[in-house]
Nanobody
Framework: QVQLVESGGGLVQAGGSLRLSCAAS????????MGWFRQAPGKEREFVAA????????YDADSVKGRFTISRDNTKNMVYLQMNSLKPEDTAVYYC???????????????????WGQGTQVTISS
């Protein structure tokens, strides 16, 4: 069992930065693929970025690549999402999730995640 708690959301102006954190409890954190998803009002939840437990990161190229960076600290059971050059369209609830899979393709799929956090609100003003 893994419990995930996100933090770091807030209200920032366009062009600003935020760093989201996700604290994981439970054993074997280092063997989980970790992902960030987001859900904007009236839209479906979408993949943002993921970190394989074996190393290597995946990003949604169209929306965030080059602006967002995922990282993890297995010694602290933490995963982070550094978000730079924020845009109003980045406004959403951001979720941290843990997956037993390590495939880049699977880690982009919401259905392949086993555990989810409660989400943290990110609002970008224009």
């Amino acid at each position: 069992q893994v419990q995930l708690v996100e933090s770091g959301g807030g209200l920032v102006q366009a062009g600003g930065s935020l760093r989201l954190s996700c604290a994981a409890s439970g054993r074997s954190f280092s063997t989980y693929g970790m992902g960030w998803f987001r859900q904007a009002p009236g839209k479906e939840r979408e993949f943002v970025a993921a970190s394989k437990w074996s190393g290597g990161d995946i990003y949604d190229a169209d929306s965030v690549k080059g602006r967002f960076t995922i990282s993890r600290d297995n010694t602290k059971n933490m995963v982070y999402l550094q978000m730079n050059s924020l845009k109003p369209e980045d406004t959403a609830v951001y979720y941290c999730a843990a997956s037993r899979y390590n495939s880049g393709s699977y880690l982009q799929m919401e259905s392949k995640y086993d555990y989810w956090g409660q989400g943290t609100q990110v609002t970008i003003s224009s």
